[in-house]
């Protein structure tokens, strides 16, 4: 599926070999995009600074493994390690399926941005997100590691 830019008429043609697309309503032509599933569908190209979108492809990411972890280990913390780490594999997996802002993964994929998406997630939820998580996790963590018998706790 295409959908022309200018006029947004939609229409099915073959692109595999075309470098330039036409427009059959308003004959319109547009190159062949880099990524013709997202790019030539008609969906909202990158938009913003460049700086948004290297924050996005390089810092988000760190930020939400960087959370993720001091996450599991706070919950290393107040459950079993081994349970700790499959409420991490369920958030990840969730969100590979959900693109719900609330879901830590998303933040971490490209193709989720509100840049790409018409309904994804933003550069400062995601940066504020990660960020409460990061220092909520590290505060709870000292009080909850200072309090805990950690040799005691081992069976």
Partial sequence: MNKCRKCNYTFNIKTKYKKI???PKCNSQYEKAALPGLLAAGLPQAAGSPWDMALELTLLPLLVTLSLSLTQMLLCLILRP???YVVSIVVMIASAYCPSPLLLGNYAMALRSSKVMGNGVSLGAGLLL????IILSAVLGAALF???DI???ED
């Fill in 21 to 23: 697309i036409k427009c």
């Fill in 151 to 153: 040799l005691q706790k």
């Fill in 146 to 148: 200072r309090k805990t």
């Fill in 82 to 84: 081994a349970l700790s």
């Fill in 130 to 133: 990660t960020a409460a998580l």
